[in-house]
T-cell receptor, first 114, second 113 residues
Framework: EPEVTQTPSHQVTQMGQEVILRCVPI?????FYWYRQILGQKVEFLVS????????KSEIFDDQFSVERPDGSNFTLKIRSTKLEDSAMYFC????????????FGPGTRLTVL | QQQVKQSPQSLIVQKGGISIINCAYE??????FPWYQQFPGKGPALLIA?????SEKKEGRFTISFNKSAKQFSLHIMDSQPGDSATYFC????????????FGAGTQVVVTP
């Protein structure tokens, strides 16, 4: 069964450094999402991406964040200058299209900012 | 603004018992209500979902009850098994969104043997 994959599984970085989290959504899916989950808290929406542009973003998704689909398979989340409070699990999700509600989540990348 | 409120925070149930998790929502534009199951170290996985034109949906041992007028919905896990021990999140999605899911705080369910 196709799955969303994410790399790395764990990323440790120093405050102020740039990180890129990578996701490979399920092939032929059209909608892509990033969510984050701070330890012990709920899953929070960051951004949705469709047709090579951001379709919706949350207040969390400020100028320090950016997303890109550099080729036909990868979907990346970049944090330009990481802060301690960016430490969280970041989940990528994808959805087939308009006729399907289900979002399929990847296993996540744990980001630790020191 | 907390769009989806979930309770209880945690739940311990004996094997064979019924687990009940409740959610209340505020946004009347929500038109899709999924429940996700998450095991430690894993991403959330869709368990069951409902739309507001239906008051109940059952899939195996899992049932969603939906009360549109009260803006509440709940997950019932019948005949709970130790393998059901996980964190469960309810969520809502607005009809005018691009799929943005707004999650509840989660309920950690522990099923004892």
């Amino acid at each position: 069964e196709p799955e969303v994959t994410q790399t790395p599984s764990h990323q440790v970085t120093q405050m102020g450094q740039e990180v890129i989290l990578r996701c490979v959504p399920i092939s032929n899916h059209l909608y892509f999402y990033w969510y984050r989950q701070i330890l012990g808290q709920k899953v929070e929406f960051l951004v949705s991406f469709y047709n090579n542009e951001i379709s919706e973003k949350s207040e969390i998704f400020d100028d320090q964040f950016s997303v890109e689909r550099p080729d036909g398979s990868n979907f990346t989340l970049k944090i330009r200058s990481t802060k301690l409070e960016d430490s969280a699990m970041y989940f990528c999700a994808s959805r087939p299209g308009d006729l399907t509600d289900t979002q399929y989540f990847g296993p996540g990348t744990r980001l630790t900012v020191l | 603004q907390q769009q989806v409120k979930q309770s209880p925070q945690s739940l311990i149930v004996q094997k064979g018992g019924i687990s009940i998790i409740n959610c209340a929502y505020e946004n009347t534009a929500f038109d899709y209500f999924p429940w996700y199951q998450q095991f430690p170290g894993k991403g959330p996985a869709l368990l069951i979902a409902i739309r507001p034109d239906v008051s109940e949906k059952k899939e195996g041992r899992f049932t969603i009850s939906f009360n549109k007028s009260a803006k509440q919905f709940s997950l019932h896990i019948m005949d709970s098994q130790p393998g059901d021990s996980a964190t469960y999140f309810c969520a809502g999605r607005a009809t005018d969104s691009w799929g943005k899911l707004q999650f509840g705080a989660g309920t950690q369910v522990v099923v004892t043997p």
